[in-house]
């Protein structure tokens, strides 16, 4: 399984950016796939996620501005971000995990840096 994560890029507060995840080896739709962010010094944290039926969770303070979204047919998962802030600012990771016969599986993509302007 590979996860590949894009759509970072440099960006004006008050922007938007859509990041992506594109998976290789499991069906994104039949997983839980979760955004997360780590900023410099900072811990990581989670920022949205969306179930295998469809639910979505957000951080609290990305509510409103933040829409998590799964293509099935592509395969993907995205991560609308609008009315970015500076405080948005940090590598942005996808991470999907579910169970199969092998047990839990976990899997990370490798990072996009979004970086927000004031």
């Known amino acids: 399984v590979q996860l590949q994560a894009s759509g970072g890029g440099l960006v004006q507060a008050g922007g938007s950016l859509r990041l992506s995840c594109a998976a290789s080896g499991t069906k994104l739709s039949r997983n839980a796939v979760d955004w997360y962010r780590q900023a410099p010094g900072e811990q990581r944290e989670l920022v949205a996620g969306i179930t295998e039926s469809g639910k979505t969770n957000y951080v609290d303070s990305v509510k409103g501005r933040f829409t998590i979204s799964r293509d099935s047919a592509e395969n993907m998962v995205y991560l609308q971000m609008n009315d970015l802030k500076p405080a948005d600012t940090a590598v942005y990771y996808c991470?999907?995990?579910?169970?199969?016969?092998?047990?839990?599986?976990?899997?990370w993509g490798q990072g996009t840096l979004v970086t927000v302007s004031s």
């Open positions: 991470n999907t995990h579910y169970y199969d016969d092998w047990g839990p599986q976990n899997y």
